[in-house]
């Protein structure tokens, strides 16, 4: 079918040097507010932490204090890199048997999972997981930051009392998901006119709506004043307790209190000149170690002739089929996007950090916890609900991420990529590295080059990918061609920075409108 769009727009994000910091992010304001703290003197901890508290608010449906990730950071006077696991773990009560299988088909979601009764894995309070990303946010500003914490919450504070500008991008993020809001009568109520239609401004209206964030602004107030302690043994642990039981889930007390988010040794690998670190354990670094060590060595700088497309799609699809045997299919359904934000941050020093949150699915488990103002993860979708598989649903177990953030040192910089877009993420963030690692690409050109995905039995290609190389490609594999557009997304939503002989840059995914690198300096 001929496409409605135009075949002649160009879409571009040019990208500026400077000396000092930069954050690169899916949301504007997000970005300006870690710029803000990089300008006040902040470091990139610091900055990392401001940002992670504002995605969660300007992009509530993304990521937020009702989720969990993992965030890997360069220190450039040690010359280490730590990585820091925040991710999410399924509750200490949890009944597998509250889980029983419809035996109708699959999941309505993200992964083709053997479908559950009533969804329960999915949403409501039952699909609600035990969050990480506060603990990660204080764990990472006690070790590393050097403002005070309240100082970084104050941005996502005012972004709060000033409420979501209701804008055409926002309207069509609600509206895809205005059938599943409105499972929630407390979340309908905050985000669908009526309780049912997405908001919208008229055609020619000369303002925006703007969705109230008030509970959400007194909830990081509290934080700002109390600190975690507050989120995991006080009362805001208290109130998401009581509203996500209030609405049938197992989450306890008890399981906020023994939670921990947990420094590790970065998986490390090299390639050429480049010293990678990425999350080790159950994420997608490892499988992007995998993905490199199955390329050919480095050739030819530049985009890849048709052989290095068909390299790139080997090295994709090998390294998938060995996460799948060894830690379970994560493959998702196309049905749904995936909820998740990153973010990456260099400082005027060079260090940097590569930071991905995530409620998982969009709006997570469309639970709302209405005595916060937080929005919850469905973290529980992650495990698969059949027994006697390398992922299957249990207590009290971590869950499989496919979050990939990833920072390369070399001898003139580095850089600190990463992207949201679900299993989609490894393969984005894996290309962008060999562009600019084996090609010689700059970071502008990397990310305004064209990619492709192979994250599940067909491969997606970019449209402009030369023919010659999609003709190779259809030889081996079932290929899909498609345009790089705003909406569906076809490819994941990377951002990163990038540091060369002491000049930062940074790029978000092109085609998002409100994905924005921030230098301080435009402040």
Known sequence: MI???????????????????????????????????????????????????????????????????????????????????????????????????????VASDLFPWPNVVDDRNLRGGTAVAVPGMVAGAAAAHERFG????????????????????????????????????????DLAAMFLQDRVYAPVAGWTATGLPVIAMDGMADTLATLAADGAG?????????????????????????????????????????????????????????????????????????????????????????????????MGHDGESPKQPACTTHFSVVDRDGNMVAWTQTLLSIFGACTLSQSTGMMMNNGIMWFDPEQGKPNSLAAGRPCLMNVCPAIAVTPDGGYAFGASGGRKIMGAVAQLAHFVTDRGMTLEEAFHHPRMDLSTSTLVADDTIPTEALAVLEAAYKVETRPRHVYPLNWACPSGVMRRNGRNAGCTEITTPWGDAFREDQL
Do not use: C
């Not at 910091?21 to 710029?35: C, D």
């Open 3 to 105: 496409p409605n769009f135009s075949t002649n727009q160009v879409i571009r994000k040019p990208v500026t040097q400077t000396e000092g910091g930069v954050v690169a992010t899916q949301h504007s304001k997000g970005a300006r507010a870690g710029a803000e703290v990089l300008k006040a003197g902040g470091n990139a901890i610091d900055a990392a932490v401001a940002t992670a508290f504002a995605m969660g608010v300007v992009e509530p449906w993304m990521s937020g204090p009702g989720g969990g990730g993992g965030m890997v950071y360069y220190d450039a006077k040690t010359g280490e890199t730590h990585a820091l696991n925040f991710g999410m773990r399924s509750p200490a009560a949890l009944d597998v048997a509250d889980y029983p299988l419809s035996g109708k088909g």
């Open 146 to 185: 050097t403002m005070p914490w309240a100082d970084l919450l104050a941005p996502a504070q005012a972004l709060a009392r000033d409420g979501i500008l209701v804008d055409w991008y926002a309207s069509l993020l609600i509206a895809s998901s205005a059938r599943n809001i409105g499972t929630d009568p």
């Open 230 to 326: 507050a989120y995991y043994e006080g009362d805001i642990g208290a109130a998401i307790v009581a509203d996500v039981q209030g609405k049938g889930g197992s989450l306890s007390r008890d399981d906020l209190a023994q939670y921990e988010a947990v420094w590790e040794a970065p998986y490390a690998f090299t390639r050429g000149d480049a010293r990678f670190s990425v999350l080790p354990g159950l994420t997608a670094g490892p499988t992007m170690a995998d993905m490199f060590a199955r390329l050919p060595e480095p050739g030819a700088n530049g985009s890849p002739d048709a052989a290095g497309w068909k390299a790139i799609a080997d090295a994709l699809h090998g390294a998938y089929a060995h996460r799948i045997a060894t």
